[in-house]
T-cell receptor
Framework: AAGVIQSPRHLIKEKRETATLKCYPI?????VYWYQQGPGQDPQFLIS???????DKGSIPDRFSAQQFSDYHSELNMSSLELGDSALYFC???????????FGSGTRLTVV | AQTVTQSQPEMSVQEAETVTLSCTYD???????LFWYKQPPSRQMILVIR??????QNATENRFSVNFQKAAKSFSLKISDSQLGDAAMYFC????????????FGTGTRLQVTL
């Protein structure tokens, strides 16, 4: 069965650079969620989209932006990267905003 | 805002034994969902079990079962016949019943399985 695809799997950036993380939900899933998990921490909710509209916003820095496209894939754009942005970024998707989450394998971002 | 508390940072269990991981949560909502996720060293988030708050019956998935106490706002995970592959970080998570609701995670319990 198709899963949630995140790209890239690993990303190394320098401070003050920009990064773009992509998430391709399970086919027909219309809801996407982004989470950030720092080293040794629990995942923290960043932002979500339902039917291409922003649904909820968590502790997402102003330097980050995200959107969901017409094919339901989503991109998380991160600018002016800081060392503290180094983390595992998860994307999850669900159908009709329902509770059946499926997580992707994550993108490991390292800022040096 | 909802909060999820896991008071056991680390637990250890011998292979084939049973272990219980604790989770409590705080909410004013009456309808919600609760989850246990497993995160092995690969850091993939794997759903272990889920519970709908409106269901009184405790969820069970093979060797995994929960003890859901709605009034006490407690949601513990019991792992029976523990296996080496069960070693991982376990996160308890809460989700409101609304459309596209986020997950709120606890701080996790690291489970070690010994021979």
């Amino acid at each position: 069965a198709a899963g949630v695809i995140q790209s890239p799997r690993h990303l190394i950036k320098e401070k003050r650079e920009t990064a773009t993380l992509k998430c391709y939900p399970i086919p027909r899933h219309d809801t996407v969620y982004w989470y950030q998990q720092g080293p040794g921490q629990d995942p923290q909710f960043l932002i979500s989209f339902y039917e291409k509209m922003q649904s909820d916003k968590g502790s997402i820095p102003d330097r980050f932006s995200a959107q969901q496209f017409s094919d339901y894939h989503s991109e998380l754009n991160m600018s002016s990267l800081e060392l503290g942005d180094s983390a595992l970024y998860f994307c999850a998707s669900s159908l009709n905003g329902g509770w059946g989450y499926t997580f992707g394998s994550g993108t490991r971002l390292t800022v040096v | 805002a909802q909060t999820v508390t896991q008071s056991q940072p680390e637990m250890s269990v011998q292979e084939a034994e049973t272990v219980t991981l604790s989770c409590t949560y705080d909410t004013s909502e009456s309808d919600y969902y609760l989850f246990w996720y497993k995160q092995p060293p690969s850091r993939q988030m794997i759903l272990v079990i889920r519970q709908e708050a409106y269901k009184q019956q405790n969820a069970t998935e093979n060797r995994f079962s929960v003890n859901f106490q709605k009034a006490a706002k407690s949601f513990s995970l019991k792992i029976s016949d523990s296996q080496l592959g069960d070693a991982a970080m376990y996160f308890c998570a809460y989700r409101s019943a609304g459309t596209a609701s986020k997950l709120t995670f606890g701080t996790g319990t690291r489970l070690q399985v010994t021979l």
